[in-house]
C-alpha cells in the first residue's frame, strides 16, 4: 500500500457487527490509514456520506439493522450520493450464489468475501485506489455530467503510455462515454474492434446496446445467447434479451427471461417490477401477485418500503381472485387483507383511505355483495384524480368496471391515458393502459362474470353465445386452464355443428392446447379434455 496516498484517504466503514468492526479497524490502521469513520445503520451512512466526503467506503453486504448494504449501495447509485472517483467496497461472510449475484450485478469497486486477511485487504484495495487516482479527471468530469469533455479527457489518457497499466478500465470507460454521448455508431465500430483483439465480455455487451438501438437485432439476439452462457454476463444478457422482446412485442418471452434473472439475483427490484408489468400485459395473475409479493419481501426497510407496493400486492391478489374458483378466490382476498394489514402497522400514518375504499368495493364484490360494492364506489372523490397514483386510479377503472359501470370505467382509463402521455410513463405501463382500455371498451362483463355467463349459456344449449363469451373470457384470462377447456370445448362443437371455417377455428384451438397442456388439470378436467380431443380428432 503506498502509505503516502492512503494518509491522504478518508474512509467511512458500515458495519454492525462489533468484531468485524474491530477487525477491519486494526487491519486499516496496519494499512496506514488514519482518518477513519465507523458507523453500524444504513440511515448514519446516508448521513456522513453527505456531510463528508470520503475516498473508500468499505460496508457489509449483511447489516441487520434498517436496510441491507445492497440497498444502501443503490441508493447512493441512484441518488448519485457518492463521486464516481470514490471507491465502494463490499465485504460479507454470505458466499450464497444469490448474493454473490446480487453484488457482481450493483459492480462496486471490490467485493471481499470474509474471512481476509490485511493482506487480502492491501492488494484489492490498493487497486482500487490507485485506479481511482488515475482517472480522477475523467471521473470528476463524468459527476458532472460532462461526457463529451470527459470522452476527450479519456481520449488524452489513452494517448499516454504511462498509463497503459490502466488501458483496460480506461477503454470500457470510453465505450459507456460514447454512448452517454450518443455516438452509437461510432460506439459500434469501437467495440467491435475491441473486440477482435481481445473478447472483453464489457465489449460485448456495449456492442449488443450498440446493435439494439441501430435496430440490427438479429446479430443482438445472437451475441446476447453467446452472453447469458457466461456467469459473468448471465443476468446483462437476461435483461438485454427481454429487452429486445420487449421491443418486438413478445411480452410472454420478455416474462420468462425476467422471472428467470430474477431467481438468480432476487434482490433487485426494478426486475420485479418489470415482471409485475409483463404479467399484466400478458394476463399471468398468478405471475403478477407473486412479482408483486417479492417487491414487499425485498423491499423490506429500503428506499422502495412504501405503502403504495402493499396496496399492489391486495390489487394483484384481487385481480388473481376474479380469475378463479371460489375456494382458491377465498384465500387470496385473506393473503389481500393479510398484506393491507401489514401496510397499516408499518406506515401507520399512510393517507391511503381512497385506495382501502376501491380494494374493498372490489372485495365485496367477489363475494357477491355488487350493491355494497357500488355504494362505497359512491362514495369516493373525483377531486384527487390529478394526484392519485397511477395504479390507484388505474385499480378505480377496474372496480368501476367489476360492478357493471362501464363508462366510468373508461373515463378513469382516459384520464389515466393522458396523464402517460404528460407524464412519458414507461412503455409497458402505457401498453398496459391501452390494451386495458381496448378490452374494457368491448367487453362489458368481469372476468369473474364472463365465464359463469358462459357456463350458464353452454349448459342451456346457447352455444353460439357461449362460444363469444368463452372468447371473451378467454381473450382476459389466456393463462386459465379451465377458460381454455371450457373455449375449446364449446369451439369443437360448434366446428362439429356448422362445419365452420377452420381457418378462423384452428388458431383458437391451437392456443387453448397450448393453455391446457402447460397446466395441470383436476381428474374431471382431464376426463373432458380427453373427450373433447376426440372430437377433434374425427373433426381434423
Not at 462489533?18 to 496506514?32: R, T
Not at 383511505?353 to 362514495?379: H, P
Not at 390507484?392 to 378513469?412: E, I, T, Y
Amino acid at each position: 500500500m503506498n502509505i503516502k496516498l492512503v494518509r491522504q484517504m478518508r474512509v467511512l466503514v458500515i458495519d454492525d457487527q462489533v468484531l468485524a468492526k474491530g477487525y477491519l479497524k486494526y487491519s486499516l490502521e496496519e494499512l496506514g490509514f488514519q482518518s477513519i469513520d465507523y458507523v453500524d445503520k444504513a440511515s448514519h451512512a446516508l448521513s456522513a456520506i453527505q456531510r463528508q466526503a470520503y475516498n473508500l467506503i468499505v460496508c457489509a453486504y449483511d447489516l441487520k439493522q434498517e436496510q441491507e448494504g445492497y440497498f444502501l449501495y443503490q441508493q447512493i447509485k441512484e441518488q448519485r450520493i457518492l463521486p464516481i472517483s470514490a471507491a465502494f467496497v463490499f465485504i460479507s461472510a454470505d458466499t450464497a450464489s444469490d448474493i454473490v449475484h446480487s453484488i457482481v450485478e450493483l459492480q462496486p469497486d471490490e467485493f471481499l468475501a470474509k474471512p481476509f486477511t490485511v493482506r487480502d485487504l492491501d492488494r484489492r484495495i490498493s487497486r482500487v485506489l490507485q485506479r481511482k487516482q488515475a482517472l480522477a479527471s475523467v471521473y470528476s468530469l463524468m459527476d458532472n455530467d460532462q461526457f463529451s469533455q470527459a470522452l476527450n479527457e479519456v481520449e488524452r489518457f489513452l494517448s499516454d503510455p504511462a498509463n497503459a497499466e490502466w488501458y483496460p478500465v480506461a477503454l470500457k470507460t470510453k465505450g459507456e462515454l460514447l454512448l452517454a454521448c450518443e455516438y452509437v455508431m461510432q460506439a459500434k465500430e469501437f467495440y467491435q474492434a475491441i473486440i477482435n483483439v481481445q473478447n472483453f465480455t464489457w465489449a460485448q455487451l456495449g456492442l449488443v446496446r450498440c446493435l439494439i438501438y441501430l435496430n440490427e437485432d438479429e446479430d443482438a439476439e445472437r451475441l446476447i445467447l453467446e452472453l447469458a452462457f457466461k456467469p459473468e454476463s448471465m443476468l446483462a444478457a437476461y435483461d438485454l434479451l427481454s429487452a429486445l422482446q420487449i421491443k418486438h412485442k413478445a411480452f410472454d418471452d420478455a416474462l420468462e427471461c425476467v422471472l428467470t434473472a430474477s431467481e438468480i439475483s432476487p434482490r433487485n427490484i426494478q426486475r420485479h417490477r418489470q415482471a409485475f408489468d409483463l404479467s399484466r400485459l400478458t394476463h399471468d395473475y398468478e405471475a403478477q401477485f407473486d412479482a408483486a409479493k417479492k417487491i414487499v419481501k425485498y423491499a423490506k426497510n429500503s428506499i422502495h418500503d412504501k405503502p403504495e407496493i402493499y396496496l399492489n400486492v391486495a390489487r394483484a391478489g384481487v385481480d388473481f381472485a376474479m380469475t378463479t374458483d371460489d375456494e382458491h378466490s377465498g384465500k387470496l382476498i385473506k393473503q389481500a387483507n393479510d398484506y393491507l394489514r401489514q401496510m397499516k402497522s408499518t406506515f401507520p400514518k399512510a393517507d391511503v383511505d381512497e385506495q382501502m375504499k376501491v380494494i374493498d368495493a372490489r372485495i365485496m364484490y367477489l363475494r357477491d355483495e355488487t350493491d355494497n360494492a357500488r355504494a362505497l364506489l359512491d362514495q369516493l372523490s373525483d377531486e384527487v384524480w390529478e394526484t392519485e397514483s397511477l395504479e390507484a386510479l388505474l385499480d378505480r377503472s377496474k372496480a368501476f368496471h367489476d360492478v357493471g359501470l362501464q363508462q366510468h370505467s373508461l373515463k378513469v382509463l382516459d384520464v389515466i391515458e393522458q396523464r402517460c402521455k404528460t407524464n412519458k410513463e414507461s412503455p409497458l405501463f402505457t401498453y398496459y393502459v391501452h390494451q386495458e382500455k381496448s378490452e374494457k371498451s368491448d367487453i362489458e362483463l368481469s372476468p369473474k362474470a364472463l365465464n359463469n355467463m358462459a357456463v350458464h349459456q353452454f349448459n342451456q344449449g346457447e352455444m353460439g353465445k357461449s362460444l363469444k363469451t368463452f372468447s371473451q373470457a378467454y381473450r382476459v384470462m389466456p393463462k386459465n386452464p379451465a377458460i381454455a377447456l371450457n373455449l375449446l370445448q364449446a369451439t369443437a362443437i360448434n366446428w362439429r355443428k356448422l362445419r365452420g371455417n377452420s381457418k378462423t377455428t384452428q388458431p383458437v384451438i391451437h392456443k387453448c392446447l397450448q393453455t391446457i397442456e402447460s397446466a395441470e388439470l383436476s381428474d374431471d378436467q382431464e376426463r373432458r379434455y380427453q373427450r373433447v380431443k376426440t372430437v377433434l380428432k374425427d373433426l381434423a
